[in-house]
């Protein structure tokens, strides 16, 4: 990711994508307010596996963002949307802070299985919890915002659109900024050599623990959109194929543009939608073939269709010795 | 004069292997020492002792004066022992710009911070000035992955410097350098390292390098001290001859 769109173009490309919202169909809204709130927690996914680890488990901090919005929402009668999304923003970003710096060191295939594990455990105390509604969950209120209620339907998607796809793009300009910079850059050093960079004297565990609180973050308030949208949540938030589903958001955006978790997320969302309706019995293969497709022809990801890594395109040859010195 | 490293009965086996047996020595401040010694004879694990790498089983490093056994790498290096590696350690999809940035940026009292390297001047003015040192300026934009063996030295030893280190370990810098640019090479690496690291430790097989950059040479065998001295007399120490140089020199 580097030189890409001003942080001040993608404010007006913000606004420009919710004030189409009022000309989409109703059935296309709400589905954007999905692929958005997935794209959130895949942007998490990006942002911590630019440190060259990829979390199979981010479900647990979607559930547990989620489930503490419902609970403060019933406890107290908190429905204000933009307010609920702060919640769970926080509250999934305490969970990345006790956890984040206790798996750091771990890395590859067993910071993957950790928070495999880490979700699935949660999945099954929630299911356990009878409190919390066992594995049938509970339900929640209509969310408002800033007081307004929205008694029609297509009122009310709208706002959570406008909300969703807000939030979604202050946290992609967000990470744009992170990618751009110093801590970006050494989040990318962590990938390719993290026993170079604790020789550097930098922290490669504090990079990765910071860059994992981001991702529970984005988790958490992707939770609580999750919630709003279906105004019920149940331990399947934290189950692994719900985790599986944001990997599968990453792995088709690759890590070459921020605006490519977005396309993939509503990409996926569309071919979901489309092959559940006319092929509503072998759904799941079209998704697997569509996610073939693009491993085998964009191997970087849909964001390399317009983004072109000065890495990948650089001048072919090796420089030696010789040209170094005089 | 001062020491800069002291180390006193250091140990470390691997199994059966002695790989360090009691080494005791003082490295003086200003001093440019060579390590030599054949493959297995405990000059890398020495490095790795020092910088923190490996811990030793037991004896005592001091850096200053101050105990620095068995911190970690990260401490070692904020304390001020630098070092390179045999194969260099680099982040090879970066460009060599952004190797050092990551490195001036890291060094740096502040922790790492969220703005654009773009946007700190004297960053990227560090890092083009220590890759403009080795001649590496015209290579800034290049990822290390193309970049030969031989540049990618350079950019690994330039990395090392940017704490302005009190001690610098220099792990076979001229190894994977052809035989006709390793002299080139060589002079360029003391010229550069000069300014920001008066004492230099490099562990070295050449023994051309050896006798023509080094103040003084401690060669090692199965673990320990064979013989330290200045180049000439340590060069055609018997012992050092049969075990170390076969002859060479």
Known sequence: ?326 | MKSVLSVQGLNKRFGAVVAADALTLDIPAGQKVSLIGANGAGKTTFVNMVTGYLKPDTGSIALDGLDIGGRSPRKVAQLGISRSFQIPQLFVELTAAENLTVAVSGAGAKPLSFRSPAQAPEIHDKAVELLGRFGLADLAERPISELAGGVRKLVDIAMALVRRPKLLLLDEPTSGVSAEEKFATMDRVIHAVSPDAATIVFVEHDMDIVSRYADRVIAFYQGRILADGEPSHVLNDKEVRLYVTGGAK
């Not at chain 1, 170079?196 to 981001?214: D, K, M, P, Q, W």
């Not at chain 1, 189950?239 to 396309?263: D, I, K, P, R």
Request: with cysteine; aromatic share 10%; net charge positive.
């Open chain 1, 1 to 326: 990711m580097n030189k890409g769109m001003h942080p001040l173009l993608m404010i007006a490309l913000v606004a420009a994508v919710t004030l189409c919202g009022r000309v989409l169909p109703t059935w296309t809204l709400s589905l954007a307010t999905i692929a958005a709130a997935n794209a959130l927690i895949s942007l998490g996914i990006v942002v911590l596996a630019r440190t060259g680890n990829v979390s199979f488990g981010q479900g647990l901090f979607y559930a547990g963002g989620g489930y503490c919005v419902a609970l403060i929402a019933n406890a107290w009668g908190l429905t204000d949307a933009v307010a609920q999304v702060i919640i769970g923003a926080i509250c999934g970003g305490l969970l990345g802070l006790v956890i984040g710096p206790l798996i750091a060191r771990y890395s590859g295939i067993f910071f993957g299985m950790l928070t495999l594990a880490l979700s699935m455990v949660f999945y099954g105390a929630l299911v356990k919890s009878t409190a919390l509604g066992g594995s049938d969950g509970f339900n929640v209120g209509r969310p408002t915002l800033f007081g307004m209620s929205f008694a029609d339907p297509r009122e009310a998607d709208f706002m959570l659109y406008a909300v969703a796809v807000v939030t979604t793009g202050i946290a992609g300009i967000a990470a744009t900024i992170l990618f751009r910079s110093e801590f970006g850059l050494a989040s990318l050093a962590v990938r390719e050599n993290n026993l170079r960079v604790e020789y550097l004297g930098l922290s490669a565990n504090r990079i990765i623990s910071i860059n994992f609180v981001i991702a529970a973050i984005f988790a958490g308030a992707s939770g609580a959109f999750a919630l709003m949208a279906q105004r019920h949540i149940d331990p399947q938030f934290a189950y692994w194929t719900t985790s599986g589903e944001f990997v599968f958001v990453a792995v088709l955006a690759g890590n070459q543009s921020v605006a490519a978790v977005f396309v993939a997320s509503m990409a996926l969302e569309l071919v979901r939608s489309f092959s559940n309706l006319y092929l509503p019995n072998t759904w799941q293969l079209v998704l697997g073939l569509f996610l073939l497709a693009v491993i085998l022809f964009l191997p970087r990801g849909i964001g390399s269709l317009w983004v072109r890594s000065k890495r990948g395109t650089a001048k072919p040859g090796v420089a030696t010795e010789r040209e170094a010195l005089p």
